[in-house]
């Protein structure tokens, strides 16, 4: 069974595995460095819809089908969904995912629901309440844009400080302990508001939630940046990177050598115009998918962390001028699974 | 260890955050806007060479430009070249048909009444209101103290 | 020669203008919605207290393409409209002096919107 640990980590002895994943990505993705590890890539922005919104839950379909596929899966096999996206009531999910007819759970997390939705999933089959279940999420450059900033055809500069939107989604399947990678332990992020406003600026928004979350985690298991060969988070792309960095230096962890972010991975800042770098849920969930689960599975990577992270405004809190609250979510990912307790039950 | 307060944070914000380029921008502004008042200069000497009346020539050359932005908009090169003239493709009133162009095109899914109708307003609404809330400020304090 | 300086003089006036905007953009906090709407206002203002009219003699297109030039024909407008017709005027002459940039606007805003069908960005 599960054991807490310290006060916000929780330890799954029976780590569950992530047994499948399938990403799906756009033509900038597709052109990225990780590019050609996406599993569909769709040259089409519309995937062949009527609207930037279906073409998401479009993106979403196929993601879940090529998991599907991948692991010789079909609906009726999967017990629980799990799964959300950007849009206002997580649209792209509720239509992607409708004829699915799979037991559903809505999620909003903004950019950390990749990492909310697979707590969950691994959660539900360490607590053995289901066999098989599917965490999915997906966000599209085109949709996010009209609906968190301008329409595409208004003319305008990007600062620098702005991230771009991935037009991507990922998918996993998570079951019963059987082969890498293993969920070893999760840290369920808290709100976070440091007072950021400026919505061109989401990493530094998301940066001291990514912070906290890691360090309740090195303190909850007493472990630090040298136990991991990597410190994955979702978005927070060059500034947040550099905020991250700065801001766990001062608690005393220096992760430096062990950080990446998945902004970073996706796209190369030097000459595809992103200016500080991707965001988005299918950002976290499309490199992860794609690149690092691959990778844990052939032994590249032992033991990582992976936080997603969030930032949890609506374009109603923006114009009313609140400010933008991070979060962020962790899983201990592995290429082994927890040895078993001693008086366990494992 | 030190708990870092909001305010030491957005220190560290302003600090890790990359400026604008504006040593790029404002030169790119001038020129691109200056080329659009250029080419409005030369559509104004255009239509009075063609007989036009001054005060229906410059009028002309403004509907001129913003027929060529609401085209060049749907053709997807007017934010190509937002992208480097900045403040010069946005000043110009090509700036202003853009800004009421692009969401009438992008919102065109919601329909042609309360997409494409209503949205059209989205950015350059506020414009015509404070514009014209001004002049009528103007109006009355004209005639309030007779200044006509 | 003399149509030369003519077109530099609407190149400089017109540059200027815009060159102040992209310093708006670049060191304040100001979306591009309310940078519009400033240039305007500032427009109707200068044509109130009757600065902007030499301008616009002076550079021609350089002053009368700019925003702020637009709303400089609100400001004639209105004191053309309450000249002739009081305060009455007042409501009707904004929007008659800028009429065409608003009407030209709207309509080939409408045109273009149905002709033409939203594509991705992609840079």
């Known amino acids: 069974m599960s054991t807490n640990i310290g006060k916000y980590t929780l330890r799954l002895d029976k780590s569950p595995s992530i047994t499948g994943s399938a990403a799906i990505g756009g033509k900038k993705e597709a052109e990225g460095p990780i590019g050609k590890m996406f599993d569909i890539v769709n040259y089409d922005a519309l995937f062949g819809q009527k609207s930037w919104e279906l073409a998401e839950s479009e993106m979403q379909r196929q993601a879940a089908q090529k998991v599907m596929d991948k692991c010789s899966l079909s609906p009726g096999d999967i017990q629980y969904l799990f799964a959300g996206d950007l849009l206002n009531q997580i649209v792209a999910s509720h239509y992607g995912l409708r004829e699915l007819g799979i037991p559903f759970f809505g999620l909003y997390g903004a950019c950390s629901t990749m990492a909310e939705s697979l707590i969950l999933s691994s959660m539900m089959i360490e607590g053995g309440l289901a066999k098989k279940v599917m965490a999915i999420t997906s966000s599209h450059f085109c949709s996010a844009e009209r609906q968190f900033r301008f329409p595409l055809e208004y003319g305008g500069q990007r600062a620098p400080t702005a991230q771009w939107t991935a037009t991507a ?22 709100i976070e508001d440091k007072d950021i406003k400026d919505l061109n600026n989401m990493g530094a928004a998301m940066a001291p939630a990514a912070s906290t979350t890691i360090k309740r985690y090195f303190q909850d298991t007493l472990t630090g940046p040298d136990n991991f060969d990597l410190i994955l988070t979702g978005d927070l792309a060059q500034v947040g990177s550099d905020l991250l960095a700065e801001l766990l230096l001062r608690e005393g962890y220096d992760i430096k050598k062990k950080h990446a972010d998945c902004g970073l ?29 691959p990778a844990i599975r052939e032994g590249k990577i ?32 592995s290429s082994t699974p927890n040895p078993i307790q001693q008086g366990g039950n494992a | 260890m030190e708990t870092v307060t909001n305010q030491s944070y957005n220190q560290m914000v302003k600090k890790a955050s ?5 040593a790029r921008n404002i030169p790119m502004a001038f020129l691109v806007g200056g080329a659009i008042c250029t080419l409005g200069h030369a559509l104004i000497k255009f239509y009075m060479s063609m007989g036009v009346p001054e005060e229906t020539a410059f009028p002309a050359a403004s509907i001129t430009l913003v027929f060529l932005s609401a085209l060049f908009t749907g053709l997807n090169i007017y934010d190509k070249l937002a992208k480097w003239g900045g403040a010069g493709t946005l000043v110009p009133i090509t700036g202003f048909a853009n800004a009421i162009t692009a969401p009438a095109l992008e919102f065109k899914s919601e329909g042609y009444i309360m997409g494409l109708g209503a949205k059209m307003f989205l950015i350059a609404g506020p414009v015509i209101v404070y514009g014209i809330a001004a002049g009528v400020v103007y109006g009355v304090i004209l005639y309030l103290f007779q200044l006509y | 020669m003399e149509l030369f300086w003519e077109y530099v003089k609407a190149f400089l006036v017109g540059g200027a203008i815009c060159a102040v905007g992209q310093v708006l953009i670049d060191f304040t906090k100001l979306t591009p919605a309310r940078i519009l ?48 017709k009081g305060i009455f005027g007042a409501l009707s002459g904004g929007l008659t002096g800028s009429a065409a940039g608003v009407a030209a606007a709207i309509f080939f805003g409408f045109l273009s919107a149905v002709v033409f069908k939203p594509k991705a960005k992609e840079e």
């Open chain 1, 169 to 190: 989604a990922g998918a996993c399947i998570i079951a019963e302990n059987s082969q890498p990678p293993y969920i070893k332990a999760v840290t369920v992020g808290c």
């Open chain 3, 37 to 84: 709407v400033t240039f305007v206002v500032l427009g109707v203002v200068l044509g109130a207290l009757g600065v902007y009219q030499p301008l616009v003699d002076w550079a021609g297109g350089g002053a009368s393409i700019p925003l702020t030039g637009w709303g400089s024909t609100i400001a004639k407008g209105t004191r053309d409209a309450v000249a002739e």
């Open chain 2, 18 to 22: 990359p400026p604008s380029k504006s």
């Open chain 1, 302 to 333: 032992k033991d990582m962390l992976f936080v997603a992270t969030g930032a949890l405004m609506s374009p109603i809190s923006v114009q009313q001028g609140q400010n933008i609250p991070g979060i962020a979510h962790l899983l201990h990912l």
């Open chain 1, 265 to 293: 991975i996706l796209y190369d800042r030097a000459t595809q115009d992103v200016e500080a770098g991707g965001s988005g849920c299918g950002c976290a969930a499309g490199v992860l998918c794609s690149y690092i689960i």
